[in-house]
């Protein structure tokens, strides 16, 4: 399975739980919407990487009189947003981020909350994000930056070097603040701004579950469950409970980057 198919199944298969534990991305949502300039209301807005419509529901109450798309590559994210009671006025697809369906030139803003990391080709989905948007529309969105998860694949190649096989981080390899900007080049008035939390879990099972629920488990680490990959899982965790472990939990670190700018 590809990296765009592992994408859509696991984000679709998160879709009931993702509201009961998606804390940190629905703050980091609550920091994008407070970014927005809420004077003007005849607009068009696109939400890409919509999930569950968290951002939806305010974009409604904050612009009345805007036109709102929502676009998510998992089905299960759209049905499950797209079928809430307090969202009635937005049209939402299933779609692409790297592929977008809209006309050159259509929005005023483009807002993506914690969704661009999971593009395959960045570049591809950051030249879909400028043709979309009308000249002098504005973009913001969110993603989780390098050092996301640095303990879960320090553990991982750690446990790699102990065993004597492979090392591989078992992580996605987010990029970093340098190159996202870079990436930015053709927008005016970037700007990008970094966020690091610290998140704390009972134990690094716990964590597991956490990533699981939320649809990034297939991503982040391999599921297999022969001998070999038990016994890696075995001592990452040790790895892991040992060296990042305080106040009698561990500990994960979220690399967040929010970047703004204007076509």
Known sequence: ??????????????????????????????????????????????????????????????FPNAKIYAADIAFGMVKISSAK???????????????????????????????YQWMEN???????LYRVIKPEGKFIFSMFGGETLCELGSSFIEAHNTLGTQPNSHCIDFIDEKKLISLL?????????????????????????????????????????GLGNRRLMNKMKEVYAKKYFENNKIFATYDILIAQGQK
């Not at 009635?88 to 969704?115: C, G, H, V």
């Not at 960045?122 to 879909?128: H, K």
């Open 85 to 115: 009671k307090c969202i009635n006025r937005t049209n939402f697809i299933q779609a692409d981020a790297e592929f977008l369906p809209y006309k050159n030139d259509m929005f005023d803003i483009l807002i993506s909350n914690s969704a």
């Open 1 to 62: 399975m590809n990296f765009k198919h592992r994408t859509k199944s696991s984000f679709s298969k998160s879709a009931l739980t993702y509201d009961n534990i998606a804390g940190l991305q629905f703050k980091i949502a609550d920091i994008l919407v407070s970014m927005l300039d809420k004077s003007k209301c005849a607009l068009k807005i696109l939400d890409v990487g919509t999930g569950t419509g968290y951002l939806i529901d305010k974009l409604e109450r904050i």
């Open 185 to 225: 080049s053709k927008f005016k008035g970037v700007d990008v701004r970094k966020i690091t939390e610290r998140i704390y879990y009972d134990n690094v099972e716990s964590l597991l579950t956490y990533l699981k629920s939320l649809g990034s488990h297939n991503h982040l680490y391999g599921s297999g469950d």
């Open 122 to 128: 960045y570049s591809r989905g950051i030249n879909e």
